[in-house]
């Protein structure tokens, strides 16, 4: 094991007595001071890479960075060293925004399950594209774009165009974010009408910016775990007529049943990690039935093992993320996914 994954075990318990965004701003800093000085891959086992052709790319494994934990691209090159095929940056708002009050993170421990409700805390598109426009990774990049919180719905659509002309230039991919929790009627969007205005506007500027850059760059749509059969029928459909290059399932659930009981139920916001497992499971086996062939879906949700990990494959993902599971199992998690995975 390297040597960041021996000291993690160490380090979690003071860590977790710490408050759970401060901790995550701490090991960001860490992170990108380990990797500066050449600490993050020493004594680190050699995994012998399974590229992963996908999405007309060539990732370098199949495991990436969930959206969220490295919003404002600060430290791509950082996860990359640290063995992950592809980081997932964002989500980005094309203005800036702090997000909800603190504290708005919570670790349910017991469940190895967070709760946040961050809001899209972050530096805006800009800024995020100005770093990217400098990295030095072989990771493949994706760029997750949102809607700022005080956008009505019925100008997302302006938001999303801006957040993809934006990152364009920079991203490997582009993933649309419909699915957060935590910036009202956001998941509004995933309503049939809704999410086909939305798409047919950003697959429209994709093909004008092909031509522009010559280079066409895969746009795939975020979705929630809390859907109805109907409701992923219903989205399954649109994905397809228009032609969407893949799906990322799942985010954040809003329900509570697997935590019941629990000191930090009640607080509000999106549930991730092992209770989110199951059912990103399903929405995944759900959505590759429903898919047009040949339409990749990155699975993620719950992900602590490499186990986990094949469940997600086996289900029909091509590739997977992890968030929670990083915060749970530390580094370690990166290495038995990509050996057992
Ligand atoms: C603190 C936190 C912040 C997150 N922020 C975002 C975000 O900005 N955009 C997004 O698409 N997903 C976000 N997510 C969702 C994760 O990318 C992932 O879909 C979800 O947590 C399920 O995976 P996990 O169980 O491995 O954590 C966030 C998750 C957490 C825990």
């Known amino acids: 094991m390297s040597l960041i994954a021996n000291l993690y075990p160490l380090m979690k318990p003071w860590l ?4 759970a965004e401060r ?80 504290p708005r993170l919570f670790r349910l421990p017991e469940h190895d399950a967070l709760i946040n409700r961050m809001g899209f805390n972050n530096p805006g598109i ?5 770093r990217l426009e400098k990295r030095r990774t072989q990771a493949v990049v994706g760029v997750n774009i949102g809607k700022n919180f005080d956008t009505p719905n019925e100008d ?18 582009i993933a649309v974010n419909i699915s957060s929790p935590n910036t009202k009627g956001l998941r509004d969007l ?32 975020k979705i929630a ?38 000191a930090l139920e009640k607080e509000a916001g999106g549930l991730s990690g092992a209770p989110v497992k199951e059912r990103s499971t399903q929405v995944i086996q759900a959505f590759r039935m429903l898919l047009k062939e040949g339409t990749p879906i990155i699975g993620v949700g719950g992900i602590l093992s490499g186990v986990d990990a094949k469940e997600k494959l086996n289900a029909g993902a091509q590739l997977v993320q992890v968030y929670s599971g990083l915060v749970f199992r530390g580094p370690a998690l990166v290495t038995d996914v990509l050996k057992n995975g």
């Open 156 to 173: 997302a659509v302006k938001d999303y165009l801006l957040g993809l002309k934006a990152a364009y230039r920079v991203a490997d991919y």
């Open 23 to 102: 901790a995550h701003e701490w090991t960001t800093r860490m992170m990108r001071l380990s990797h500066s000085l050449g600490l993050l891959t020493v004594g680190q086992e050699k995994i012998p890479q399974k590229p992963v052709e996908c999405l007309g790319l060539r990732f370098p494994n199949m495991l990436g960075l969930a959206a969220g934990m490295d919003k404002s691209a600060s430290a791509v090159e950082a996860w990359s060293a640290l063995g992950f095929g592809f980081v997932e940056v964002g989500t980005l708002t094309p203005r800036p925004q702090p997000g909800n009050p603190k």
């Open 225 to 262: 775990p809390d859907l109805d059969g109907q409701q992923i029928e219903a989205l399954a459909r649109v994905f397809n007529e228009l032609a969407v290059d893949g799906v990322i399932a799942t985010n954040t659930t809003i329900s509570r049943e697997a935590v019941a009981g629990h």
């Open 190 to 221: 995933q309503a049939e009408d809704s999410i086909r205005a939305l798409l047919a506007a950003l697959k429209t500027e994709q093909a004008s910016l092909a031509k522009e850059y010559g280079q066409m760059k895969p746009v795939l749509v």
């Open 126 to 130: 800009h800024v995020a594209v100005k």
């Open 16 to 19: 977790f007595r710490m408050d």
